[in-house]
């Protein structure tokens, strides 16, 4: 399952190499909302995986982005005791411009949508 979110760029990351095969780079975007009459803000963190890792490089700090992204959640064992992890995939970055009307796409750092039976092995040790 796909979901999508806006919100301002504030953080880009370098990108990280766990093993030979496997890289990871992490960005932030901030959304803020007014709910009820305050102001709520929230920083949400995604991770691009391997091709993906050069998405955030075609975009500013400050841009306001819609992100499109999967949701993984895994599961290890270490010493009797069950950890839990989850992360949010990043598959595609889009600039948007706010207009009068609606929200347009300015540009696009696209990527097909990973195949969600192309599970990636994720065995990190913590």
């Known amino acids: ?5 806006t919100g301002k760029l504030i953080a880009k990351f370098d990108t990280v190499q766990h093993t030979e ?3 990871t780079r992490e960005f932030v975007i901030e959304k803020t909302e007014d709910i009820g009459g305050r102001t709520i803000t929230n920083y949400i963190k995604f991770q691009c995986v391997q091709d993906r890792v050069t998405m955030p490089d075609r975009f500013n700090i ?4 819609k992100v499109s992204f999967n949701i993984k959640g ?3 064992n270490k010493n009797g005791i069950d950890n839990y ?3 949010l995939n990043a598959w595609r970055i889009e600039t948007i411009k ?3 009307n609606a929200e347009a796409q ?3 750092a696209d990527f097909v949508p990973p195949d969600p039976t192309d599970d990636i092995v994720d065995d ?3």
């Open 21 to 23: 095969t496997f890289k």
């Open 124 to 126: 990190l040790p913590f």
């Open 74 to 76: 895994t599961k290890w």
């Open 85 to 87: 992890i989850t992360n």
């Open 98 to 100: 706010l207009g009068d």
């Open 62 to 65: 400050g841009d306001e982005v």
């Open 106 to 108: 300015n540009s696009t």
């Open 1 to 5: 399952m796909s979901y999508e979110i």
